[in-house]
């Protein structure tokens, strides 16, 4: 079968795009060029494997999780299921801490998962110094191998949420988990069967890592040091109102491109 039988037969399925990709990983194919190999004969072997990873797309299986990458930014990123799949949303947080992470700035990212918030920063702004955390030993060892890959120069340290060792931070940014174990029950099997809870999950409904990170920002930032986070779309009031009372004045409300409350920043 040629590759462009092979996409034919699946182009009226919702899942076309994420087939592509299953092909273009199969292939080491730029998606852009998929289309220039149509003529191309698929191997058996090829076509075997293409059909085992077909089925657990089948399943639900994030197509990310399947080849093992995710597009972030216009960067490529390992992930495993070690890790959340990078959102766009996410993207949104970046775009705004850009505008106000001065230069030559020491930036920590909290709970850096694969890395993507760090490595982006520190390949659009080489000035930065970066320092990223995780309590979770198996996410930076992706986050460590995301660095390496997109050649950035980082300080990762296991750790629950600042590291030891170092302060004196210009920028806190952070994409802490943030579903409340209510909402939790309520999401989509899809993310529960395959993502991992520990970077979902978050107690005191929802808000624990931002009431921990404000708790301690004081001690761990310069004075005129910024913090800004993405957060869930019913916690903007509260985590203003938490804000304040650790005595932080509120500089940023944003909503993400869908038009749902997502970033505040903290001066
Ligand atoms: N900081 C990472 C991201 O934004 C991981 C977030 C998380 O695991 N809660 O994708």
């Not at 299921?81 to 993207?91: H, M, N």
């Not at 930036?107 to 520190?122: P, R």
Request: glycine content about 4%; proline content about 5%; charged content about 25%.
């Amino acid at each position: 079968m040629t590759v462009g039988a092979l996409l034919n037969k699946y182009r009226k399925e919702a899942e076309y795009h994420d087939i592509s990709l299953l092909l273009c990983e199969l292939l080491d194919c730029p998606f852009l060029t998929l289309s220039l190999r149509k003529e191309e004969e698929l191997s058996d072997r090829l076509l075997e494997n293409f059909y085992t990873n077909y089925a657990r797309l089948r399943n639900k299986e994030p197509v990310q999780y399947i080849i093992g990458k995710a597009c972030f930014y216009g960067l490529e990123f390992s992930v495993s299921p070690e890790v959340l799949i990078p959102r766009p949303e996410t993207e949104g947080l970046i775009e705004l801490a850009l505008q106000f992470i001065p230069e030559n700035a020491k930036v920590l990212d909290i709970g850096t998962g694969s890395g993507t918030i760090a490595v982006t920063l520190k390949t659009l702004r080489p000035d930065l110094t970066l320092v990223a955390t995780d309590i979770s030993a198996s996410a930076l060892k992706i986050a460590k191998q995301n660095a390496d890959y997109n050649n950035c120069a980082i300080s990762f340290y296991q750790t629950d949420l600042y590291p030891e060792t170092e302060d004196s931070f210009d920028f806190i940014i952070s994409n802490p988990p943030y579903i409340s174990p209510s909402d939790y029950a309520k999401l989509d099997t899809r993310i529960k069967e395959y993502e991992p809870k520990l970077a979902l999950w978050a107690e005191e409904n929802g808000l624990i890592f931002y009431r921990r990170i404000l708790k301690e920002a004081k001690s761990k930032l310069k004075p005129e040091g910024l913090i800004f986070f993405e957060h869930g779309d019913e916690q903007r009031q509260n985590i203003i109102h938490l804000a304040e009372t650790y005595g932080w004045e509120t500089i940023l409300i944003k909503d993400d491109l869908a038009g749902y409350p997502r970033y505040l920043g903290f001066k």
